[in-house]
């Protein structure tokens, strides 16, 4: 089992930076291949990002791709998203996720661990 929070987001402007960080307890995560989803009222929670559990490999939505970097800290228990270069299309719910197998699943229904989500706004 794996229990995640979320931290990190806020209101922007177009163009600006922003890190979420997602901090995870429970034994499990080391070998969790972990991920961040975005929802925005009326779509579906859609994938953004995803990196296997040593690190090794990471994976892109079209949409954020060139922009976003998704990192990990595994003696820290950490996953971390920087996003760079915020387009409006970016506000959302942003979501840290979990699943205890080694391939990164783009639909969230492949994820049994998830946080609560922290809110990220940017301004055009």
């Known amino acids: 089992q794996v229990w995640l929070v979320e931290s990190g987001g806020g209101l922007v402007q177009a163009g600006d930076s922003l890190r979420l960080s997602c901090a995870a307890s429970?034994?499990?995560?080391?070998?969790?291949?972990m991920a961040w989803f975005r929802h925005v009222p009326g779509k579906g929670r859609e994938f953004v990002a995803g990196?296997?559990?040593?690190?090794?490999?990471?994976d892109y939505s079209s949409a954020v791709q060139g922009r976003f970097t998704i990192s990990r800290d595994n003696a820290k228990k950490t996953v971390d998203l920087q996003m760079n270069n915020l387009k409006s299309e970016d506000t959302a719910v942003y979501y840290c996720?979990?699943?205890?197998?080694?391939?990164?699943?783009?639909?969230?229904?492949?994820?049994?661990?998830w946080g609560r989500g922290t809110q990220v706004t940017v301004s055009s």
């Open positions: 429970g034994r499990d995560f080391g070998a969790a291949t």
């Open positions: 990196i296997s559990a040593p690190g090794t490999y990471t």
């Open positions: 996720a979990g699943r205890p197998f080694t391939t990164i699943d783009f639909e969230q229904d492949g994820y049994q661990y």
